[in-house]
């Protein structure tokens, strides 16, 4: 894989940590900012409903202009917005710099997709997928577990600074390693924006969209509020929260990785096997959470199982826009954060029920069925495949 996607995963790491920090820093916002925990549960869904918005819109501003000038100005913004999350008092003031943040995370996904999928030949958009996510899942090993330790041992405000402390060495790799832009995207032979535009009226592209949305939602609904399973369901100190993110995040890096290799040319067999697996893992995880090793060793194998799935389905999704070359990422982009902003805003409302903290568990298994039952009616949707031309997933 050329250098570049590994600087672009650097930055990937920077962001994903901000993404994905929330699952840690919940409890602790919400006391410091007089919220309830279900409220400061919705900045997650402000960013993703951000990222939502932000990845159609940043990719069609960027289509004309230079690669890495579009990917540093947006590494920038995600810099200052975290610099002034770090020092807001008011709820809504905070709210508002995380919608930012997403729309800077957005724009940089989307052209870092489109880019990433350039660099490489046409049949190994899977690998090079997995290289620009392995900057997530390393978020989620490291970044994460390291943002609760910070935000435990000094306070929450401290992690928005490291996020920021870690844009500025993903925009130097940005600016001396990425090229302006890539050979094989050019935006002077890509078509009209419109030509692009219509491919999202395609029902194959829109099922691999709606089934990755899903994925992400389930995978969402209950990382986000897995500090409260830990130190009240399992009974474990406040400590063991990062112990928890450590192992999704090995989980994820792990499926990831695995996915990447087999996402090009056997993503039919990946999801047959893996999606079952996912939908058996949320409720016998809501199930045993009260025993510790029960718990740890399901967040793991749920973190690797996720990654596995959605991976898979978000290449599929490239493959399918092949015909909107500078469009493609955002559209992955938006299917992922659909499901990162409904997940979280669903699980909210179970845990004022008597499901409490495992009502999120038990929505990230009902979000995997309807998406089990979407692939079953779709039949794992057909896509474009370059090496063989089109052909079922299965």
């Known amino acids: 894989m050329p250098l570049p996607l590994y600087l672009l995963a650097l930055a990937v790491f920077a962001m994903g940590t901000s993404e994905f920090m929330l699952a840690?820093?919940?409890?602790?916002?919400?006391?410091?900012?007089?919220v309830t925990v279900a409220t400061a549960g919705t900045l997650t869904s402000a960013f993703a409903v951000g990222m939502v918005v932000g990845a159609p819109l940043m990719a069609a501003l960027a289509r004309h202009r230079p690669g890495r000038?579009?990917?540093?100005?947006?590494?920038l913004v995600f810099l200052t917005a975290h610099a002034a999350g770090a020092v807001v008092s008011d709820f809504?003031?905070?709210?508002?710099?995380?919608?930012?943040?997403?729309l800077a995370n957005a724009g940089f996904l989307a052209v870092a997709l489109t880019t990433a999928a350039a660099?490489?030949?046409a049949d190994r958009k899977g690998r090079a997928l997995s290289v620009l996510l392995a900057g997530t899942t390393v978020a989620t090993v490291a970044g994460v577990p390291g943002g609760a330790l910070l935000g435990t041992a000094l306070d929450w405000r401290?992690?928005?600074?490291?996020?920021?402390a870690l844009c500025v060495p993903a925009a130097l790799g940005i600016l001396t390693g990425v090229p302006a832009r890539p050979a094989r995207l050019d935006a002077t032979d890509a078509p009209a924006l419109r030509t692009e535009l219509a491919r999202l009226r395609d029902p194959r592209l829109l099922r691999v969209m709606l089934l990755g949305a899903l994925v992400n939602a389930a995978?969402?609904?209950?990382?986000?509020?897995?500090?409260?399973?830990?130190?009240?369901?399992?009974a474990l100190d406040e400590l063991w929260i990062s112990v928890a993110l450590v192992l999704f995040g090995?989980?994820?890096f792990a499926g990831v990785t695995v996915a990447g290799r087999l996402s090009d040319r056997r993503p039919g067999a990946v999801l047959a096997v893996t999606g079952p697996l996912l939908l058996l893992g949320?409720?016998?995880?809501?199930?045993?959470?009260h025993s510790p090793v029960a718990l740890l060793t399901l967040v793991f194998t749920q973190g690797a199982l996720s990654f596995a799935v959605g991976a898979t389905l978000i290449t599929r999704v490239l493959y399918a826009a092949s015909g909107a070359p500078t469009m493609a990422g955002s559209y992955a982009t938006a299917a992922l954060n659909t499901g990162a902003a409904a997940g979280p805003l669903l699980a909210a409302t179970t845990l004022g029920t008597a499901a409490g903290e495992l009502g999120p568990l038990w929505v990230s298994g009902g979000l995997v069925a309807v998406a089990l039952a979407v692939a079953g009616w779709g039949r794992w949707t057909v896509v474009q495949a370059p090496e063989t031309g089109t052909r079922p997933l299965r």
């Open 158 to 164: 401290a992690t928005f600074w490291a996020v920021a």
């Open 92 to 102: 809504a003031l905070l709210f508002a710099t995380r919608v930012v943040a997403a």
């Open 250 to 252: 090995a989980g994820s």
């Open 24 to 34: 840690g820093l919940v409890p602790d916002i919400a006391a410091d900012l007089d």
């Open 219 to 234: 995978t969402f609904a209950s990382f986000t509020f897995l500090a409260p399973v830990v130190t009240g369901t399992a």
């Open 119 to 121: 660099l490489v030949p």
């Open 282 to 289: 949320w409720p016998s995880l809501a199930l045993l959470a």
């Open 69 to 75: 000038s579009s990917l540093l100005g947006c590494v």
